[in-house]
């Protein structure tokens, strides 16, 4: 399998019914673009929770605790991360009780900058977000032009021959994965946001947030 084959999945996948399940999904990501500080908060404790942890398990917490990410104390994340069985309840307890200094402005500081200058901040300033979770958070809160780049993402890139498997995921390498996964947006006639969605449903068959 090469580049090529990927690429007739991709566009094959688009006439099918699963182009309008991930037409909805983006269009959910652009309402939350317009929604409250509060809820992009929300949204970026969802990424922290997602890294080397599954997103349904997250999609769970946060359902749950959704404004309570803003106020809990330290212990009390920890106690509910744990009840709700996440692989690592204290650390993330911490990333998220020292994210809550930007739980009032999270929203502003993000749109006052273009969005590789959004990701770079995130990297720089929230404990927890490395280049991933911060290209999910943008995705997620509408932007459109960042990859989500897991393992789901490089085992596909690998079976078709595009890449070979990083020792590391530095930034120099995630961009130039990133590089690949842009030529091959431009090719389906899609955004990254877009190509995410539809490579996660042809890895996974699922398609989530």
């Given at each position: 399998m090469?580049?090529?084959?990927?690429?007739?999945?991709?566009?094959e996948t688009?006439?099918?019914?699963?182009?309008?399940?991930?037409?909805?999904?983006t269009?959910a990501?652009?309402?939350?673009n317009?929604?409250?500080n509060?809820?992009?908060?929300?949204?970026?404790?969802f990424?922290?929770?997602?890294?080397?942890?599954?997103?349904k398990?997250?999609?769970?917490?946060?359902?749950?605790?959704?404004f309570?990410?803003?106020?809990?104390?330290q212990n009390?994340l920890?106690?509910?991360?744990?009840?709700?069985?996440?692989?690592?309840?204290?650390?993330?307890?911490?990333?998220?009780?020292?994210a809550?200094k930007?739980?009032?402005n999270?929203?502003?500081?993000?749109?006052?900058?273009n969005?590789?200058?959004?990701?770079?901040?995130?990297v720089?300033n929230?404990?927890?977000?490395g280049?991933k979770?911060?290209?999910?958070?943008?995705?997620?809160?509408?932007?459109?032009?960042s990859?989500?780049?897991?393992?789901h993402?490089?085992?596909?890139?690998?079976?078709?021959n595009?890449?070979?498997?990083p020792k590391?995921?530095?930034q120099k390498?995630?961009?130039k994965?990133?590089e690949?996964?842009?030529?091959?947006?431009?090719?389906?006639?899609?955004?990254?946001?877009?190509?995410d969605?539809?490579?996660?449903?042809?890895?996974?068959?699922t398609v989530?947030?």
């Amino acid at each position: 399998m090469d580049k090529i084959d990927l690429i007739e999945k991709i566009k094959e996948t688009k006439s099918t019914p699963i182009a309008q399940k991930i037409k909805e999904r983006t269009n959910a990501f652009d309402n939350l673009n317009q929604q409250s500080n509060d809820k992009w908060f929300s949204e970026l404790c969802f990424c922290i929770l997602t890294a080397n942890f599954n997103a349904k398990g997250a999609i769970k917490i946060q359902e749950n605790l959704f404004f309570n990410f803003a106020v809990l104390p330290q212990n009390e994340l920890e106690k509910q991360l744990r009840q709700f069985g996440h692989r690592f309840p204290n650390k993330r307890a911490e990333f998220i009780f020292e994210a809550q200094k930007y739980s009032h402005n999270i929203k502003t500081i993000i749109t006052f900058l273009n969005e590789q200058d959004a990701r770079t901040w995130l990297v720089k300033n929230i404990k927890g977000i490395g280049m991933k979770e911060a290209s999910h958070f943008l995705r997620n809160v509408g932007y459109c032009n960042s990859a989500i780049i897991d393992f789901h993402i490089i085992d596909i890139l690998i079976k078709h021959n595009i890449i070979q498997r990083p020792k590391t995921l530095n930034q120099k390498t995630y961009e130039k994965i990133e590089e690949e996964l842009r030529k091959i947006a431009s090719e389906c006639d899609l955004n990254l946001s877009q190509l995410d969605l539809y490579l996660w449903y042809l890895e996974t068959e699922t398609v989530l947030k």
